[in-house]
């Protein structure tokens, strides 16, 4: 799903790249380097390693600020191989989440923040990971006054767009950034303040988004989408549009 630059424009002014410096663990790893995806499922099936997966879980959902790049390296694209990761799959509680600004964000309530915050969290038991939807409870939080929440995921969401950008330079084929599901492609634009054409598909694994104007020399960014792919299933269900919109702008579907 493309989410409104509009989104962006008001939540992102918070963003800051690599909010915090990094740890002395991820100063020693020279980035961007794509995802070792052997390496990470070892690391994560390993339960006497710190990065097992149900220890590292815990720890985010829990709103620890403390994990690392490294961390959510291998939260981000552990997340792959988890029952709980179904890309070709939008909780119910997403379609929800979207109503809630049909009438646009100068006219929330305290009530329609407090709904946000619900249906957001519904997303995250299977979608933990979307950075617009952290990006929207960062926003609802900091709507209420509830700073500790809103600082929560504002750090989270600077740590995963840090995640997906340490995975390549996006502006080859060869070192794409890469995600776990399509609508991570279009947020990372959005929070960059980019405009995008239409995508066209490159290779098995690879999708390249133009610009409609260049970010200083670059003309467009690569993405990875392989570990959706794994997960494709025989027949896709009929993409319909869901009407919604905000100021004119249609809002769509995330797959």
């Known amino acids: 799903m493309k989410r409104t630059m509009r989104y962006w424009a008001v939540l992102g002014l918070?963003?800051?790249?690599?909010?915090?410096?990094?740890?002395?663990?991820?100063?020693?790893?020279?980035?961007p380097q794509a995802p070792d995806n052997e390496a990470i499922l070892k690391a994560i099936l390993d339960i006497d390693s710190p990065l097992y997966y149900p220890v590292l879980m815990t720890r985010?959902?829990?709103g620890d600020t403390t994990l690392t790049l490294n961390d959510y390296r291998h939260l981000y694209y552990g997340y792959a191989w988890q029952p709980e990761y179904k890309p070709f799959e939008t909780p119910s509680a997403d379609f929800k989440l979207l109503e809630e600004f049909d009438h646009g964000l100068d006219s929330l309530t305290t009530e329609d923040c407090e709904r946000i915050i619900k249906f957001a969290n519904e997303v995250m038991k299977t979608e933990p990971f979307h950075p617009s939807t952290v990006n929207f409870l960062a926003f609802a939080y900091g709507a209420l006054g509830d700073t500790?929440?809103?600082?929560?995921?504002?750090?989270r969401l600077n740590m995963l767009l840090e995640t997906i950008r340490s995975s390549g330079t996006g502006i080859r084929e060869n070192s794409p950034w890469h995600i776990l599901y399509y609508s991570d492609a279009t947020d990372v634009l959005a929070s960059m303040n980019?405009?995008?054409?239409?995508n066209t598909v490159v290779s098995r694994t690879t999708e390249y988004f133009p610009l409609h104007q260049r970010n200083g020399k670059i003309r467009g960014y690569y993405f990875n989408f392989e570990?959706?792919?794994?997960?494709?299933?025989?027949?896709?269900p009929e993409k319909k549009p869901t009407g919604w919109g905000i100021n004119g702008i249609p809002l769509k579907k995330r797959r």
């Open 14 to 31: 918070m963003i800051l790249w690599g909010a915090g410096g990094l740890s002395a663990q991820d100063q020693e790893t020279e980035y």
């Open 60 to 62: 985010y959902r829990a």
């Open 148 to 155: 500790l929440n809103e600082r929560i995921n504002y750090h």
């Open 194 to 198: 980019l405009l995008y054409g239409k």
């Open 227 to 236: 570990r959706i792919y794994w997960y494709r299933p025989d027949k896709l």
